[in-house]
């Protein structure tokens, strides 16, 4: 009798489990398909805070912490006179930076994202954290690209990074452009582990191909 109970329960709770999961998967699909239509500030927010109450859900998902983070960074990167704004979307980004960091520490997508992240932040005051933020972007995508030597959002990462800073170092940045140009016609060989998986990127790299013709 008590193995049959044992059983039911191992049952029901892989069925929860599938169950819980389809639901998961859903709510991400329809969240990551609203990408396509954000065009402002107030668009990428409402669409970052549907991934945050997915995320306080769904505990243990380190993804929708990484959407919330992106979207906040790009606001930032949108907003174009208010400093304090952009600090203050970025604090927002830092807290699931860290949360995704803490469910998973060997995922390199995490760090690609951090990178964007630091960047991000120096893009606020470039003259006084220069320095601090290239250094911290740097290190960031180093371990992505170490953790997956061919994740393409993190080539893209080095690759603007590297091109913005060749101008401070006297180089030109469209000694990089071999580089985007091979980075392109790779970007679909990759192979996200999921549909959920972040797959942005393609769209910027053609963008630096175009602006190197």
Partial sequence: MK???????????????????????GAMGEALGQYATCKSVSDFQALGNRFALIANAEKSEWLPYYY???????????????????????DEAEKSIAKMIELAPKESEVYALQSMFF???????PMERGQKYSALSAQAVA??????ANNPRAKFLKLRNEMGAA???????????????????SWDTF???????????????????NGCK
């Avoid at 983070?69 to 907003?79: R, V």
């Avoid at 960047?119 to 005051?125: C, D, I, K």
């Avoid at 371990?143 to 997956?148: E, H, N, V």
């Avoid at 192979?191 to 963008?207: C, R, T």
Wanted: proline share 4%.
């Fill in 3 to 25: 193995t049959i109970i044992l059983s039911i329960v191992i049952l029901m709770t892989a069925l929860t489990g599938k169950s819980q999961s389809k639901q998961f998967a």
């Fill in 68 to 90: 919330h983070a992106h979207c906040y960074i790009l606001m930032s990167f949108m907003e174009t006179t208010d400093a304090a704004k952009k600090d203050s979307y970025l």
């Fill in 119 to 125: 960047s991000a932040r120096l893009v606020v005051n």
């Fill in 143 to 148: 371990t992505s690209l170490a953790m997956d």
């Fill in 167 to 185: 101008q401070f170092f006297g180089k030109d940045p469209k000694e990089f452009c071999p580089q985007a140009s091979e980075l392109l016609a």
């Fill in 191 to 209: 192979k996200v582990k999921s549909p959920l998986y972040p797959a942005w990127g393609k769209e910027q790299v053609a963008e630096i191909v």
